[in-house]
């Protein structure tokens, strides 16, 4: 059985960090290509930042420069660092891996909440 658990969402000022991480098991993680996605009440999910199974990454133009994804395959961990948050990074995040296209699965997702 293949699980996604999320952790590390929660509430924090404007201009703080969140560290999200995301664990799976079930699947041989190195191969599968790993992202984040997110959305916000109302509005369509949206992807946030990618790692694939070779070691690139990319990110969405609205977090470049203060988002990072990560990856452990050692641990079969995601993470993404978000650092200068903005009240517009307020949503559900969510841990996506993906193979080739082929299938593809999802964490339940963690709220982030960026307020004063």
């Known amino acids: 059985q293949v699980q996604l658990v999320e952790s590390g969402g929660g509430l924090v000022q404007p201009g703080g960090s969140l560290r999200l991480s995301c664990t799976a098991s079930?699947?041989?993680?190195?191969?599968?290509?790993m992202a984040w996605y997110r959305q916000a009440p109302g509005n369509q999910r949206e992807l946030v930042a990618t790692s694939t199974s070779g070691g690139s990454t990319d990110y969405a133009d609205s977090v470049k420069g203060r988002f990072t994804i990560s990856r452990d395959n050692a641990k079969n961990t995601v993470y993404l660092q978000m650092n200068s948050l903005k009240p517009e990074d307020t949503a559900v995040y969510y841990c996506?891996?993906?193979?080739?296209?082929?299938?593809?699965?999802w964490g339940q997702g963690t709220q982030v909440t960026v307020s004063s």
């Open positions: 079930g699947i041989s993680f190195s191969i599968y290509n």
């Open positions: 996506n891996a993906a193979l080739l296209g082929l299938r593809q699965y």
